[in-house]
């Protein structure tokens, strides 16, 4: 197992278990969530410090998990980030690499090949874990809202965007915050009770994103989160969360799973909303 999955797959462990935590190993679990990318360099002392707890606790929380200590849960996430920061720091530096550690060229159909392999697997593990009852409450809060905000940013805009078309075929006012001219938070200014704001965000999270949904939930609308972690900065807010973790092929994420799980948000609501589906298309268009 990788580091990062060894990561992955402690943050799930964590969040299944995070209501049987103590006090203290919640305020822990919620601080770990929040700094993984930094956690590497961080002392026991600072990060007790900053959870109001004692050392003791962050060790407690380690063993909780199946570590020696501290030191030895530090030292996965210290590997799986500088794997990260010294391999794919940027699109140009994963291409130069995928070149170097393979000894010939890879077809443009074999490289397809193990994307679409790993886009079918984290489609599965979609259908694996999803929570009936947060889809059903993702449903019906969008079925009663006035207004639909729709935000994400970098490689979650092509989702929001995509969401924003999917419900404008619908009767609902939608509003997609694009942030053009770094307006992000103007364009949320009208946001208030009886709207529902979608936010959609995955680690690294995106801070304008984070900044629109306080803006949001400060302002009494409800909250559709759709984020990879029960324990994202995000989900607090949520009033209905749903997680989603792509596959990934050559140090790239899909998107696919995610693309997935909004279409079949459209149709849930489409159904209940008892619109026909066709009749939202002018004659000679495509679907998509």
């Known amino acids: 197992m990788t580091e990062t999955a ?6 799930q462990q964590i969040a299944d278990e995070y209501d049987a935590l103590s006090r203290q190993l919640k305020l822990i679990a919620k ?10 360099l961080e ?3 600072d990060i007790a410090a900053a959870c109001e707890v004692q050392p003791s606790a962050i060790v407690r929380f380690a063993q909780r998990f199946g570590y020696s200590g501290f030191s030895e849960m530090q030292d996965v996430f210290r590997q799986a980030y500088t794997n990260q920061a010294t391999a794919a720091p940027n699109y140009q530096q994963r291409i130069r690499k995928l070149i170097a550690t393979h000894d010939s060229a890879i077809s443009a159909g074999d490289m397809t090949r193990e994307f679409v392999s790993a886009s079918r697997a984290g489609l599965d593990d979609l259908a694996a874990g999803l929570d009936d009852a947060q889809l059903e409450a993702a449903v019906t809060l969008l079925q009663k809202a006035d207004n639909i905000y729709v935000i994400g940013v970098r490689r979650s805009f092509p989702i929001a965007s995509y969401i924003a078309y999917a419900l404008e075929h619908t009767d609902k006012r939608v509003h997609l915050v694009t942030g053009l001219g770094g307006m992000h938070r103007e364009q949320m200014r009208s946001v208030r009770a009886r709207d529902v704001a979608i936010a959609i965000s995955f680690a690294p999270y995106g801070k304008e994103t984070q900044q629109c949904a306080r803006i949001a939930h400060d302002n009494g609308a409800k909250m559709l989160v759709i984020t990879d972690s029960k324990l994202a900065p995000l989900a ?18 899909s998107l696919t799973s995610t693309i997935c799980l909004c279409q079949a948000l459209f149709i849930a609501l489409a159904y209940k909303l008892e619109l026909d589906i066709e009749e939202t298309k002018n004659p000679g268009e495509d679907d998509d």
């Open 6 to 11: 060894s990561i992955d797959k402690l943050m």
């Open 236 to 253: 607090r807010m949520a009033d209905a969360l749903l997680t989603v973790t792509e596959g990934s092929a050559f140090a790239f994420r």
């Open 43 to 45: 002392r026991i002392s």
């Open 31 to 40: 601080y770990i969530e929040q700094h993984r990318a930094s956690l590497m």
